[in-house]
């Protein structure tokens, strides 16, 4: 198990702290001993998030911020070093998503997909790029992304290009900031039962059943399984990995691909 010093003086930005796995993810790591900005959309839900993290001992701040626009991720890192001092994590957690069949998707739809998960990655990953540089434990970026990413999503082209894009955005950073001491990794969670988008998308449209008999393991997952996976790559107990994507799926693509 991790300890409370685990992350102990570490400064993190998690990007849709607010709610669901980046929430899980920036309250465990102020348990852990790291400081956390929370990043979001809705200025109300962070700064509640934040407090409800506050209330319990830990070290956090929140901000506004759409990450579809650079200005907006660029003033929350700022702050975030200016808060804190540093910044050594960066959670891209924030993401938007909609069934939708592609001969049905808008063009403003698919834009808007991939503004918010692979422009917005990019634009926290160029925004962090020079504190992570200096971070004195060696920066550390981690983008949440999912394997349909990887062996594609019908219902669902914007957000699986989106995230095939940073994978591929991820890779490429991990080798071009490897000398800068920044690593790089993904994660890529399955069906997590207690997430809004595994309600709305499964649960609420009555696949539930289904979508758990799609892993290996036959359940969902907690958001406490994806928090373990970046508490691992954000802190020294991940400190030789780099470029990798960590699959905390319940062996659900692989059970896809095996038929
Ligand atoms: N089906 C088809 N098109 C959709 C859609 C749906 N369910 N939802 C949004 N769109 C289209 C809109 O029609 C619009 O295109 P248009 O201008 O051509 O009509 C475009 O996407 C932008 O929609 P809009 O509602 O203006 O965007 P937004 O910035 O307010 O919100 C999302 C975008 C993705 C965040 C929003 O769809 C959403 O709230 N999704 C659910 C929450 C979520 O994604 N959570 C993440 C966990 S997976």
């Given at each position: 198990m991790f300890t409370n010093e685990t992350l102990q003086g570490r400064v993190a930005l998690i990007t849709g702290g607010g709610t669901g796995i980046g929430l899980e993810i920036a309250t465990t790591y102020a348990r852990l001993g790291a400081s956390v900005m929370l990043v979001g959309r809705n200025e109300e839900r962070v700064q509640a998030a934040a407090a409800a993290i506050t209330q319990e001992g830990g070290k956090a701040q929140a901000m506004r911020a759409d990450v579809r626009n650079y200005d907006d991720v660029k003033a929350a890192v700022d702050a975030t070093v200016e808060k804190f001092g540093a910044l050594d994590i960066l959670v891209n957690n924030a993401a938007g998503n909609f069934v939708c069949p592609t001969a049905?998707?808008?063009?403003?739809?698919?834009?808007?997909?991939?503004?918010?998960?692979?422009?917005?990655?990019?634009?926290?990953?160029?925004?962090?790029?020079?504190?992570?540089?200096?971070?004195?434990?060696?920066?550390?970026?981690?983008?949440?992304?999912?394997?349909?990413?990887?062996?594609?999503?019908?219902?669902?082209?914007?957000?699986?290009?989106?995230?095939?894009?940073?994978?591929?955005?991820?890779r490429t950073l991990a080798v071009e900031w490897g000398g800068d001491g920044i690593r790089v990794n993904t994660i890529s969670p399955g069906p997590i039962g207690d997430t809004e988008g595994v309600q709305r998308m499964y649960i609420?449209?009555?696949?539930?059943?289904?979508?758990?008999?799609?892993?290996?393991?036959?359940?969902?997952?907690?958001?406490?399984?994806?928090?373990n996976a970046a508490v691992y790559l954000g802190s020294d107990l991940g400190s030789y990995v780099t470029g990798d994507n960590i699959i905390v799926d319940g062996g659900r693509w692989l059970k896809y691909v095996a038929g």
């Open positions: 049905e998707l808008s063009p403003n739809g698919w834009r808007t997909v991939i503004d918010i998960d692979l422009n917005g990655t990019f634009y926290g990953c160029h925004a962090a790029y020079p504190h992570l540089k200096t971070s004195t434990f060696g920066g550390s970026i981690i983008s949440i992304i999912t394997m349909l990413g990887v062996t594609g999503w019908p219902g669902a082209a914007h957000a699986s290009a989106a995230k095939g894009g940073i994978l591929s955005l991820s609420d449209a009555g696949k539930g059943d289904l979508e758990a008999r799609k892993t290996a393991l036959g359940r969902f997952g907690r958001k406490a399984d994806i928090a």
